[in-house]
Each structure stands twice: as C-alpha cells, then as structure tokens.
C-alpha cells in the first residue's frame, strides 16, 4: 500500500501542526501494535486455558457416562490445551493405546468423539478381526507404552 500523501500547508504554522500530527500519528502506530501485541498474547493463553478446561470437562463427562460424549473438542483444541494423547481401548481383546493426536492424518478440526470409528486396534487386525475402539480419555503423556515400538536404549 502506498503511504498516504499529506499536502504541504503553505503558512509556516499549518506546516508545523501538520509535522506535529503526523509525528503522533508514528507514534501512535508503536503504541497500538505493542498493546496488540500484549492483547494478542493474553488472548492465546486465555484460549490454552479455555481448551484445557474444554478436554478436563470432556475427561469428567467421559468417566461419569462411560462412552464418548458429543460435544467433544476438536483435536486441535485437545492439542492446544495440553492433551496431545488419547487414551483407547479394543472392545474386543481390551488392549489399552495410546494415540497420538498431533500424528494422526485427520483434519485438526475432527472432534475427537468423531475418531472413534477410524481407531482400529492392531492387534486384532493381524489376526483379521477389525472391532472398533472405545475411547477411555485425553491424556497429557502416553501412559500406556506401545509394546510394538521400538524402544530406544
């Protein structure tokens, strides 16, 4: 964009009132992007703290009713909050996983009550059954190490 063009006043005393407003104005712009700055930055942990306490609520809702709650959040929200794991479960042989969200190819605005027909136990695959899984709980860390990872050493 191009910068804005002032005339010059012909008297001597507009040319300086026009000097002294347009230094405010400079002025002003450091001022107003350091507070939107600062505003910026409230807002996003306002935001983590919204979606932390959105995956703690889906957690409790979970535990209380037992199977997956709709509304749940999204995974990017699950992510942001500080819950990048979901805790599964086979409904088959029960063999508890770990999924991490920020791996899976899915949009990042998925609900995560939405993945529950897309998580397949791998178990049970190679033995060529394929039951859903249940969904247990966000989780901050893997709790539950993969067996069928390698493990560095």
Not at 38 to 57: F, M, P, V, W, Y
Not at 60 to 86: C, F, H, K
Not at 120 to 129: L, N, T, V, Y
Request: proline share 9%; aromatic share 4%.
């Amino acid at each position: 964009m191009a910068p804005k063009h002032h005339p010059t006043p012909l008297s001597g005393g507009d040319r300086k009132a026009l000097a002294k407003e347009v230094g405010r104005a400079r002025a002003m712009t450091t001022i107003l992007a350091a507070q939107s700055a600062e505003a910026r930055t409230k807002g996003e942990a306002l935001i983590r703290t919204a979606d932390k306490l959105l995956c703690e609520s889906w957690n409790e809702r979970m535990w209380a009713n037992g199977e997956p709650v709709d509304p749940s959040p999204t995974v990017d929200q699950a992510i942001n909050g500080g819950y990048p794991w979901l805790e599964i479960e086979c409904s088959r042989c029960k063999t508890k996983r770990d999924v991490d969200l920020a791996a899976l190819r899915h949009p990042p605005t998925t609900f995560v009550h939405d993945l529950v027909s897309r998580l397949r136990c791998s178990k049970c695959a190679k033995a060529g059954r394929r039951p859903p899984a249940t969904l247990l709980q966000l989780s901050q860390r893997a709790r539950h190490p993969d067996p069928e990872a390698p493990l560095n050493v």
